[in-house]
């Protein structure tokens, strides 16, 4: 239960940060437009790297033990960039979540374009195949490790794609995204922290 649970809360925190494929899916669920195939789309290719990375890192590890410390400390240095830039965002403030400028169209288009924001995507490599593969090596049960952070992607993209109606007026407030960027960065940073710890 406590690798799955931290699963959960590394992939969540992971996937919460800003970027065109999230404003992407928000803009979709906005207008109501393909959001099922949309999230979907995402959870999905996000349960495929997260496995990748649970499965294929762990025997890499086996058969080169060097191979784990480089990638935690990696992590570690990207959580903290991450973090970082975060909380240089919250601080300048101003900022809007700008949707990817692709218009909804027809369901392929939707689709082609989720797609794309998600794979052509170097981060997304990062966060789940290195980063999630190399924390999920130290867990008591990886597996589970692995379920939980894509049980996280699922959660996150079905609320952010259908709830998007619902939080609409309040993140018409710069505010509100100055306070989101706070809580990331301070959340990449305490995992930072952690992981250079362990």
Known sequence: MTSLLSGF???????????AQNAFVLRQGLRRAHVLPVVLTCAVSDAALITAGVAGFGWLVEAAPWIAPVFTFGGAAFL???????????????????????RAGDLSRAVATCLALTWL??????????????????SPWPFGFGVGAVTASFVFFFALGYGARLLSPLFAKPS????LDVIVGLTMLALALKLVAS
């Open 121 to 138: 995507n170097p981060h997304v490599y990062l966060d789940t195949v290195v980063l999630l593969g190399s924390i999920s090596s130290q």
């Open 9 to 19: 809360a590394l992939g969540f925190s992971l996937i919460l940060a800003i970027g």
């Open 176 to 179: 509100a995204w100055r306070w």
């Open 80 to 102: 903290i960039a991450y973090g970082t830039i975060s909380l240089r965002s919250a601080w300048r403030g101003g900022q809007a979540l700008e949707a990817a400028d692709e």
